[in-house]
């Protein structure tokens, strides 16, 4: 049995920062468990740039981010257990897992923190007609085997979901010399982030098809076409827009999940929305001296964003430690019209201000923002657009009196 | 001449929608959110130019292959050249992030480097 004050599970870039900060904020014994063979998380696989501009105000790509993450943690003495996969964790904060060298072991924790990242939606969550041939991959399986085992997937492609590691993908295959045929978007616009789209479509002319989706897969052993149709305002396959595409690989990039297989366990109380757990500014769940940030919390865009949230939940798990969080209230965060969500759901300590973060349901040109404390307009703030795919923040000031405190986004007339 | 262009600036993850109008000499951006987003349509007009990101052979490493990127970015036009270069190299064990992998290349005096540290 090990015993430490802040145990971390998961390696990636929400993890090392939690870990650091952690430390820096005085918890002594800090301990990090990672299923993998190295620290870094999904990053290690996103070798494109596009990482650290607010950060470090530096263009980094994904490895090259995480490594400064990954040399801070080696600087210092937090402890990390690499090839550790955390099987099961209970509500008195004992961590369960498996150890390809120690076999299994038992940590008691003070104070935990989930950073566990999230997977992709398979085909399975899709229902698409046709036999299981080879071929069909996520795109961030597809993502691995290019940037790390070095094995090509197939030559010719046709992408669903323009989800950002479909995007990029789009662009890796082509220049590893394969034919990308088309991106199928079932909305009318896309997940991804603009930039994307312009430097890995645009700039080799690969078709991105809003409101199409993969009714059908051909080929029994080996992919060797899809089916793909336009749908109604309903997402409703189109009969007559059914067509034949030739193809012996299909990328899927149609969303993440957080996860929080890990978390159930623990019955924390979970945001239906994010599927990830509902905290509060200090990202702590509703089961005291459990915190959690990044993917697992809710899927980020920019892995920036991520780092911050780490090192909130870091710094206050060793607050925690020291009994300094102090809960004096209960203000609800609500996402009013056009909010998809807001993070944090609960503003339960002393502050005065707040970062909140939030995700529109659609695209709003130009927007505004406004928030409200019990009713009256707290703040407003005037945005050229705001995309779904892209999460925001608004900082206000919180009236001391305030109980429940909710944000609203509109077109600005 | 005067030549037009809408176009979403890639310097950031924001992605702004700019329109950038060229007379002559004199270009006039809208849409940008900062000044990169300026010097980025300016470029766009004159001489567009892309970060390239991929990954080269190792022999003798804990991995088999290291992650690259250009140095900056490089002219549009001069990508492919690059990515069949970085295609055909090859390095050796270890590999440290910075290390240069093909100097100057393409004839662009930008450099490729690792990204990734391979053991
Ligand atoms: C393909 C892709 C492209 C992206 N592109 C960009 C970009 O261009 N710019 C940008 O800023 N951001 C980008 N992002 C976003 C950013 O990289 C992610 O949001 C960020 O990596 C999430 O960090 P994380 O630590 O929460 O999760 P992860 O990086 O997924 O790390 C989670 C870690 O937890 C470990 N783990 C999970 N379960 C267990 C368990 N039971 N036991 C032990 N360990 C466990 C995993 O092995 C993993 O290492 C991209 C993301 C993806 C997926
Ligand atoms: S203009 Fe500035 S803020 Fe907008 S995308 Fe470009 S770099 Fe980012």
Same mark, same amino acid.
């Given at each position: 049995m090990i015993k430490v004050d802040v145990a971390v599970i998961g390696g990636g870039p929400a993890g090392l920062a939690a870990a650091l900060s952690a430390r820096e904020n005085g918890a002594e014994k800090v301990l990090i468990i990672e299923r993998d063979a190295r620290l870094g998380g999904i990053l290690?696989?996103? *070798?494109h740039n596009g990482f =650290?501009?607010?950060?470090? +105000?530096e263009e980094l790509t994904g490895p090259e981010y995480a490594d400064r993450y990954i040399r801070r943690v080696e600087q210092s003495d937090i402890e990390v257990m690499l090839n550790t996969m955390v099987l099961e964790v209970t509500r008195s904060k004992t961590i369960h897992c498996i150890n390809s060298d120690r076999g299994y072991i038992t940590v008691e924790a003070g104070a935990l923190i989930l950073a566990m990242g999230c997977r992709e939606r398979t085909r399975g969550a899709l229902n698409i007609a046709g036999d299981r041939p080879s =071929?069909?991959?996520t795109a961030g399986s597809a993502q691995y085997m290019v940037n790390m085992q070095n094995f090509m997937p197939g030559r010719k492609v046709v992408i669903l979901g323009s989800g950002d590691i479909g995007l990029i993908m789009a662009r890796r295959m082509t220049w590893e010399g394969a034919e990308v045929k088309m991106v199928c978007e079932l909305m009318n616009y896309s997940a991804g982030l603009n930039r994307n789209i312009a430097q890995c479509l645009v700039d080799y002319d690969i078709p991105l098809k809003f409101n199409h989706t993969v009714v059908k897969i051909h080929g029994r052993s080996r992919l060797e076409g899809v089916t793909i149709a336009k749908v109604d305002e309903k997402l409703k396959p189109i009969k007559e827009s059914f067509e034949y595409v030739e193809c012996d690989t299909l990328l899927l990039s149609v969303g993440l999940i957080p996860e929080n297989e890990l978390t159930d366990n623990l019955q924390v109380d979970m945001n239906p929305v994010t599927k990830g757990a509902v905290v509060d500014e200090t990202r702590q769940t509703s089961l005291e001296g459990v915190f959690a940030c990044g993917n697992v919390l809710h899927v980020h865009d920019l892995v920036d964003n991520v780092s911050k949230e780490a090192d909130i939940a870091g710094r206050n798990a060793a607050q925690y430690l020291k009994n300094s *969080? &102090?809960? !004096?209230r209960e203000i609800k965060v609500k996402s009013g &019209? +056009? *909010?998809?969500? !807001?993070?944090?759901n609960y503003i339960r300590t002393d502050i005065d201000k707040l970062d909140i973060y939030y995700r529109v349901t659609k695209t709003i040109k130009p927007a505004v923002v406004d928030v409200y404390a019990d009713g009256v307009k707290l703040k407003s703030k005037k945005l050229l657009v705001l995309n779904p795919g892209e999460m925001e923040t608004i900082n206000i000031d919180i009236p001391v009196d305030a109980r429940e405190i909710s944000v609203e986004a509109r077109e600005n007339i | 001449m005067k030549k037009e262009m809408e176009m979403t600036c890639i310097v950031c993850p924001v992605g702004c929608v700019m329109h950038a109008e060229m007379d002559g000499e004199n270009i006039q951006v809208t849409g940008n959110g900062c000044k990169r987003g300026y010097t980025y349509a300016v470029n766009e007009m004159t001489n567009p130019t892309r970060m390239v990101t991929s990954s080269v052979l190792v022999k003798g490493g804990d991995m088999p292959l290291v992650s690259v990127k250009t140095k900056e970015a490089v002219p549009k036009g001069k990508i492919d050249e690059i990515v069949s270069l970085i295609k055909q190299a090859e390095v050796k064990a270890p590999v440290n992030i910075g290390?240069? @992998? @093909?100097?100057n290349a393409a004839g662009t005096n930008v450099d490729v480097i690792a990204t990734r540290n391979v053991g």
């Amino acid at each position: 049995m090990i015993k430490v004050d802040v145990a971390v599970i998961g390696g990636g870039p929400a993890g090392l920062a939690a870990a650091l900060s952690a430390r820096e904020n005085g918890a002594e014994k800090v301990l990090i468990i990672e299923r993998d063979a190295r620290l870094g998380g999904i990053l290690s696989q996103c *070798i494109h740039n596009g990482f =650290g501009l607010h950060m470090f +105000n530096e263009e980094l790509t994904g490895p090259e981010y995480a490594d400064r993450y990954i040399r801070r943690v080696e600087q210092s003495d937090i402890e990390v257990m690499l090839n550790t996969m955390v099987l099961e964790v209970t509500r008195s904060k004992t961590i369960h897992c498996i150890n390809s060298d120690r076999g299994y072991i038992t940590v008691e924790a003070g104070a935990l923190i989930l950073a566990m990242g999230c997977r992709e939606r398979t085909r399975g969550a899709l229902n698409i007609a046709g036999d299981r041939p080879s =071929g069909v991959y996520t795109a961030g399986s597809a993502q691995y085997m290019v940037n790390m085992q070095n094995f090509m997937p197939g030559r010719k492609v046709v992408i669903l979901g323009s989800g950002d590691i479909g995007l990029i993908m789009a662009r890796r295959m082509t220049w590893e010399g394969a034919e990308v045929k088309m991106v199928c978007e079932l909305m009318n616009y896309s997940a991804g982030l603009n930039r994307n789209i312009a430097q890995c479509l645009v700039d080799y002319d690969i078709p991105l098809k809003f409101n199409h989706t993969v009714v059908k897969i051909h080929g029994r052993s080996r992919l060797e076409g899809v089916t793909i149709a336009k749908v109604d305002e309903k997402l409703k396959p189109i009969k007559e827009s059914f067509e034949y595409v030739e193809c012996d690989t299909l990328l899927l990039s149609v969303g993440l999940i957080p996860e929080n297989e890990l978390t159930d366990n623990l019955q924390v109380d979970m945001n239906p929305v994010t599927k990830g757990a509902v905290v509060d500014e200090t990202r702590q769940t509703s089961l005291e001296g459990v915190f959690a940030c990044g993917n697992v919390l809710h899927v980020h865009d920019l892995v920036d964003n991520v780092s911050k949230e780490a090192d909130i939940a870091g710094r206050n798990a060793a607050q925690y430690l020291k009994n300094s *969080i &102090e809960r !004096t209230r209960e203000i609800k965060v609500k996402s009013g &019209e +056009n *909010i998809r969500y !807001t993070l944090p759901n609960y503003i339960r300590t002393d502050i005065d201000k707040l970062d909140i973060y939030y995700r529109v349901t659609k695209t709003i040109k130009p927007a505004v923002v406004d928030v409200y404390a019990d009713g009256v307009k707290l703040k407003s703030k005037k945005l050229l657009v705001l995309n779904p795919g892209e999460m925001e923040t608004i900082n206000i000031d919180i009236p001391v009196d305030a109980r429940e405190i909710s944000v609203e986004a509109r077109e600005n007339i | 001449m005067k030549k037009e262009m809408e176009m979403t600036c890639i310097v950031c993850p924001v992605g702004c929608v700019m329109h950038a109008e060229m007379d002559g000499e004199n270009i006039q951006v809208t849409g940008n959110g900062c000044k990169r987003g300026y010097t980025y349509a300016v470029n766009e007009m004159t001489n567009p130019t892309r970060m390239v990101t991929s990954s080269v052979l190792v022999k003798g490493g804990d991995m088999p292959l290291v992650s690259v990127k250009t140095k900056e970015a490089v002219p549009k036009g001069k990508i492919d050249e690059i990515v069949s270069l970085i295609k055909q190299a090859e390095v050796k064990a270890p590999v440290n992030i910075g290390d240069v @992998i @093909i100097k100057n290349a393409a004839g662009t005096n930008v450099d490729v480097i690792a990204t990734r540290n391979v053991g």
